[in-house]
């Protein structure tokens, strides 16, 4: 033990420069020491990414992935280690996609397929691409009679509109466009425009993780860039696509989930999460294979420190977070009655940079006393704790229910372009970083979970609503069905 | 004509700046204001990028781009307009490629097929994909019998091969791997590593444009180091694959030649040139529709700066460049008698950046005499003239025919990139660095052509293989079957 105390207090540096007039307790020095210095988490990023790889929701690697987080988590000495069963209404596989552009000039085009959408026939259709204006999807979907034969192509004329109404109008526009016998829609190459990088960024169909039987595919930035061009200068595009995914009933899923007992108030919860269930086009090594290797390794840290925190510290692998954060949402159902007993859910979901800081999701009163663990947690760099909004990570589904949802901060200049695409693969990720992030959730989760006074207490649904007002997230939530959570 | 000549004047500041010694002739003055004031080279691009797209020597892109190159230079008013017929073994083309890792764990792997490879049978096959060491190619081939059945997965261990001889064992490995029975090969992603893009950069199968009956697919580097990690923890890996292309029989190609005859010598023939095929998983528009309209606009600077050459100039679009300069060789061996009468041959073929300078193949003889015209072609910016040499673009098949085989340098930043892969697209391209090269061409061309001394005569066979060995290559041009061409 001695050894590590001492090699935690170099290589957390940052403790004695940044905070002066606070010291460490033995408890977070040794919680840190483990996490820094006698860390696995880089070999289980490997054993998730090349032993498991792509981890779609109710998919046979995201069963995988489960069992083997429910085996590392016994390993690591977890109790109460087990899975919370949730159901998806549909069960959805990748199997391929592919297009062309036939006319007026050749050209592969790559593609790839939101979630949860449908197929083309085999062999695929050639049919005109016509566009789409997705900023006038309400006015845009009177003309439907038009769409019957063709391949929309979405493009963005006009005055934009906020993200979350586009998000909310998507669904009805996918089924307005199969209702009129439209062959396939085109969309953009995902959240980011990665031009020069022969990527696409899948997501969902829509929010809520819903089905849509129509094909719908996301283009690479360049190739829509040719589409765009010779649409503005009028010309009549015929182009040929291929889509072929698997839609079936219901599948199961679950949440992982394990625990180290609190010695004096074991009902009181301290969550640190992150998801296991990934985009299939790759690795979800950066989302967020990152950070569920990171909360195992903050529970081996916790578990091998030789302390033992008041509260309960429950580590939670959510799935379905990319259909919508459904697991935690889920979650929430099967807590409900335990809401009031959660503290804070500490979550790690911002890709494979180093931590930077903890955003507070609304929760100004908390920044303060926060700030007190912050050096400790930095392992190296002092973080910074703000009020700032992280929409959407499995935090925010508790901070719905009133509860602090709190996401760890990183710095990810390259996760706009590895996550929800092809090359999100494990060289991506850097062993410092994940040993650091591990530290600073570890720090935090401990600090909480061990301080005498409870952190907080869950809010009201009223003052809630009252955040989320302050947040500027109301309307933008009730678009896509979601509202303040909670245990009343 | 006079505003266009203060234009130029304004435009080609550089010419004041850096030559005070000097006076650029009005001819060149001309040519250089034509071809920055009043070029359509942009335009031309885009009509040959989104136009018409890819053009694989021998296919219909390559043939429509043939016919709009020589109604382009009809319309620009080039004499002597016409297609020099070459005949390629096999015409060859694209349909698909797909594969996915299904054990230890399951990913898709991004893959392109190299030009003239075969394909696997219709549905794919699902097969143990092994290590196989580039550098060792020829100790590999004795153990063919373990290939059967198997896909091959090319690595690099060992001391590294000079890249021209592996380039060369390249073939015969294709063949003894199908001959085994092998399933299909894995090669690296090209040329150029570019992880975290999802690319791949195709090429031939070989050099000289041969065909292999094997599926042989490029892979993404990202997904490559997926199999390499796995490979090299001795896992087995089971890979699904699936290429299909199409080859046929012999087809016709054809170099587009047009001419502005000299005023006093025209039986001396300067060349201008690039080439006008390109890959086909983009729209070839870095490599090398920008060096095709670059001559194509040189040529109409030429033609309508009022001004006439002493000597012919000879603007001619090479096809089969990528599948090993077939082309020119072509070209050569029609014009063998004619060698003689070549003073020169100036090729833009380096990508999209801005001119840089010449680079003359060994011919340290003539950057002296070069260098007096480099201020006046660098429209802004003076050019630094060079022996360096640049394997392979079609001048060098004017090199080792004893004509100076002159290169236009550029500094093409993401050239790596997008040559050969599918961003290869119009976007890539800025119109300045295109103006900027088609006026140094131009400049160059012209000056070649109308200055008063002859620049150089052909080299004999035997001073070009002493030119080769100064330069080093003789060994590397030996392996692929190239050595000094010539008229004798």
């Not at 010695?263 to 967020?288: K, N, R, Y």
Request: aromatic share 6%.
């Amino acid at each position: 033990m001695n050894r590590i105390l001492i090699l935690a207090l170099v290589l957390i540096g940052g403790l004695a420069a940044g905070a002066q007039t606070r010291v460490a307790p033995a408890s977070l020095i040794a919680v840190a020491g483990q996490a820094t210095a006698n860390s696995h988490a880089y070999e289980y990023l490997e054993e998730l990414c090349d032993g498991i790889g792509g981890r779609v929701t109710g998919s046979p690697e995201e069963q995988r992935a489960r069992q083997w987080a429910v085996n590392k988590m016994k390993a690591i000495g977890l109790q109460n280690v087990h899975e919370e069963r949730w159901q998806m209404a549909r069960g959805w596989r990748r199997i391929s996609a592919q297009a062309e552009m036939r006319s007026p000039s050749h050209q592969y085009l790559t593609v790839a397929s939101l979630g949860w959408a449908g197929s083309t026939r085999d062999g695929g259709e050639e049919a005109e691409a016509v566009a789409v204006n997705r900023n006038e999807l309400v006015e845009e979907q009177k003309h439907a009679a038009q769409w019957r034969g063709k391949i929309l192509f979405l493009v963005s004329k006009g005055k934009p509109r906020p993200s979350f109404e586009i998000y909310a109008l998507m669904g009805p526009f996918f089924q307005s466009a199969h209702d009129a016998g439209a062959v396939a829609v085109i969309d953009g190459d995902g959240t980011t425009e990665t031009q020069g990088m022969n990527l696409t960024h899948i997501d969902p169909a829509d929010f809520a993780g819903g089905y849509y039987e129509i094909p719908v595919v996301r283009m690479a930035a360049d190739h829509r860039a040719i589409l765009e061009r010779l649409l503005d200068r009028k010309q009549t595009l015929r182009v040929w696509i291929e889509v072929r995914n698997s839609a079936s009933g219901p599948v199961d899923s679950a949440n992982v989930v394990g625990e180290i007992p609190g010695s004096q108030h074991p009902d009181e919860i301290v969550v640190l999460g992150a998801h296991l269930d990934s985009w299939d086009l790759g690795q979800g090594a950066t989302d967020d294979g990152f950070g569920s290797v990171a909360v195992l390794a903050a529970a081996e840290a916790i578990a091998h420190s030789g302390f033992r925190p008041i509260r309960t510290i429950r580590f939670v692998l959510f799935t379905g977070e990319e259909q919508g954060v459904k697991g935690s949402l889920a979650y929430m159902k099967a807590h409900q009655k335990e809401i009031p007993n959660h503290v804070a859910a500490v979550v790690a979901d911002m890709g494979d940079g180093p931590p930077t800081g903890f955003w507070l999701n609304g929760r100004d009163d908390l920044i303060a006393l926060i700030e007190e663990v912050s050096s400790a947690a930095g392992s190296g760099g002092r973080l910074r704790i703000t009020d700032a909004t992280y929409t959407f990570s499995d935090a925010f589904t508790f901070t719905l229910a009133g509860v602090p949802g709190i996401d760890l901060a990183q710095d990810s200049a390259d996760y706009r372009y590895t996550h929800h695409s092809t090359v999100d693969t494990f060289d991506k990720v850097k062993p410092e970083n994940l040993v650091r992030s591990a530290a600073a959730i570890a720090v935090l989760g401990y600090w909480i979970a061990d301080r005498e006074q409870r952190l907080a207490v869950p809010l009201t649904r009223e003052r809630t609503g009252q955040l989320l007002t302050k947040m500027k997230l109301n309307d933008a939530l009730r678009l896509i069905g979601l509202g303040p959570l909670g245990a009343e």
